[in-house]
């Protein structure tokens, strides 16, 4: 069968922070991708905001370079997919590694395979897609390079390669200066026998398969990402398969559901770097994006108008994690800020959107680009259970739509169970610890109240142990915020789903109670004097409260209502200390992950686009007080 020469597809996968994103600036940069005048950002393909905070991908790009081969032939487009490194962002994983022929594993040289290594090649070797391994920071002072490669082996092994995959090409790279080699370097010392990553260029020339089509067969192109445009609408990001595509061609567009309807092709864009560029004609194995079809979705296939022949729809993995998001229902509702001048001037030029409906067009708007999602009905009109891979993709989700304007009123994150021959199964997550020697007991203790099982446990001499557990998902749910107090902030856990294993019973991770407001006003600092001997407080002085909301952490381990805005009484009579300062302990400000972690089955989270507020689900006192004493009699 012909092939196409002049493309490679390949899609760049690894673990969190092991340098994807930096390998492809570098790619880009050295393949001529930008003119000399142009300011060039670190992580470019980082696009999002959120990418950028955070410092890791969310959504699976695409891009594409002109390499210029030495031997001075025709120049090749390598289209590159830049794929998310976390688990809970898997279907944009497996919507990546749809559109590519091969993948590069990206290793870090000190760190070694990781969970999220084991997840995204999981996927790959799954699609039968040949690995190119990149051993990448191989300057590190902390590298191993000859472990790392052996423990890759293992993981191979371990996922049950066949002989073909586990014969993998090895390059050797430090992304950051933007040199590859072929041969292994000293550990800790950046490859010297190259200047450029020319080596890694021909590899992938080499290795990575041509995309191969049929001449005779009809058109066929499958959809496998969205994307908006203010002047077009909506765009289909797809690959072609077979036949050609056109700019002004009749094509016929297989729905989901199997219906066919023929549409035409307004406009056709190819990707030039981290452009897209008007184009006549898309061949096979082009990755392209088509305008003109308004409502089409994630998987369907563009094919023939005369032979429609569907592509296999995008699979992806059930979610894991659900949690109740509905519209806000605080005594705060949309008036915003924190009851200071200046947040409540700049919230008063907030979009406000405050009504179930818009919530529910927002998630439904979520669902048409984000595969790996569900939104289901409650008993409630205005709340819906949104279900996700994990806490990280959800908190994304709810940290997009508060920067949008929308507030919510969210629970407590809660595991997707499942029936297994009459037995209830949850989630279980491969949670890989690593942390210096002296937190091993911190750390053991921690993952057993959370009935978290040790399957494996190594020391490389270094001072470090890295343990790997198996651990229910919901024994997770809060767990890093006490595991980074028990390790003092020097430990680094990563977690990845495992499977479903029968309901391990009660779990008791959070020991401390709330102080819960017992009435509206403003915080004063003579009342937080007063409390911060209770527990740890959120709140600053002059903090806007409401009966119901979580204003601290209590020391004991049951609830306590507190009048955190009494006011000092004024009197004619002059106090000795009266000239005496008042000193309060800074407060401990929650982000939105934080608070999702520190929440309980009887609490939810406030979300607006000012501030992140934890309350009580039933504000009122004496109605907590009723439903805690018939729970103790039932």
């Not at 190819?270 to 184009?279: C, D, G, H, I, V």
């Amino acid at each position: 069968m012909p092939t196409r020469n002049d493309i490679r597809n390949v899609a760049i996968v690894a673990h969190v922070d092991h340098g994807k994103t930096t390998l492809v600036d570098a790619m880009l940069k050295q393949a001529g991708a930008f003119a000399a005048h142009q300011q060039l950002d670190d992580r470019m393909m980082d696009s999002n905001d959120l990418e950028r905070e955070k410092g890791i991908t969310i959504l699976a790009k695409n891009t594409a370079v002109k390499y210029h081969p030495k031997d001075g032939g025709a120049p090749i487009t390598i289209n590159i997919i830049d794929t998310p490194g976390h688990a809970d962002f898997g279907g944009e994983v497996e919507r990546g590694l749809s559109m590519v022929d091969a993948v590069v594993l990206l290793v870090d040289a000190s760190e070694g395979p990781l969970p999220q290594t084991r997840f995204v090649l999981r996927k790959a070797l799954s699609a039968r897609l040949p690995v190119i391994l990149c051993i990448n920071k191989t300057d590190r002072p902390d590298a191993r390079i000859d472990e790392v490669i052996n423990e890759t082996y293992d993981l191979f092994l371990d996922l049950d390669a066949d002989e073909d995959q586990i014969e993998f090409p090895i390059v050797f790279a430090c992304a950051r200066d933007g040199v590859a080699s072929l041969t292994k370097p000293e550990n800790g010392t950046v490859p010297a026998d190259s200047e450029n990553l020319e080596p890694f260029f021909s590899t992938i020339l080499e290795h990575v398969p041509a995309p191969v089509y049929d001449e005779n067969a009809p058109l066929q192109a499958h959809v496998t990402n969205l994307d908006a445009d203010n002047f077009l609408g909506r765009i289909a990001l797809l690959r072609v398969e077979q036949g050609e595509l056109r700019k002004g061609q009749t094509v016929a567009w297989i729905k989901r559901d199997g219906s066919i309807q023929n549409v035409r092709i307004s406009e056709l864009l190819m990707t030039e770097a981290l452009t897209r560029k008007p184009a006549e004609v898309a061949g096979p194995g082009d990755i392209c994006a088509v305008a003109g079809i308004g409502d089409i979705m994630i998987g369907e296939t563009l094919a023939d108008t005369e032979n429609p022949i569907a592509l296999p729809l995008i699979t992806v993995d059930e979610p894991a994690i659900s949690m109740t998001i509905g519209t806000n229902t605080s005594p705060l509702v949309g008036k915003g800020g924190s009851g200071k001048g200046a947040d409540a001037k700049s919230s008063s030029k907030v979009d406000r959107k405050v009504t179930a409906r818009q919530v529910k067009d927002r998630l439904d708007r979520e669902l048409i680009g984000n595969v790996s999602l569900r939104v289901l009905e409650t008993e409630r009109p205005d709340a819906w259970e949104v279900q996700g891979r994990g806490e990280l993709a959800l908190a994304i989700l709810i940290e997009t739509m508060r920067r949008e304007g929308f507030e919510l009123t969210v629970g407590k994150p809660q595991v997707v169970t499942r029936e297994v021959n009459g037995k209830t199964h949850e989630p279980v997550e491969r949670l890989t610890v690593d942390v210096p020697e002296e937190h091993m007991g911190a750390v053991t203790q921690l993952m057993g109240v959370r009935k978290g099982r040790m399957d494996n446990m190594s020391n490389h001499g270094s001072g470090w142990v890295r343990m790997e557990f198996v651990v229910p998902s919901r024994g997770l749910i809060g767990f890093r915020t006490e595991f980074l107090t028990g390790t003092r902030g020097t430990g680094i856990a990563h977690s990845i789903h495992e499977g479903y294993e029968p309901w391990f019973g009660t779990l008791t991770t959070r020991n401390n109670g709330s102080l819960v407001a017992d009435r509206s006003g403003v915080v004063t600092a003579f009342a937080m004097t007063n409390l911060q001997e209770r527990g740890v407080l959120f709140c600053d002085p002059g903090t806007e409260v409401y009966e119901g909301m979580i204003v601290g952490e209590n020391s004991r381990a049951d609830d306590m209502d507190v009048n955190i805005t009494k006011e000092k009484k004024l009197t004619n009579m002059r106090s000795s200390n009266a000239d005496v300062a008042e000193s309060i302990v800074p407060p401990r400000k929650l982000s939105l992950e934080q608070s999702l972690e520190f929440c309980r089955e009887d609490e939810c989270i406030e979300v607006t686009p000012e501030t992140v507020r934890i309350r009580k689900v039933v504000l009122d006192a004496k109605d907590r007080g009723r439903t805690a004493s018939r729970a103790k009699k039932g």
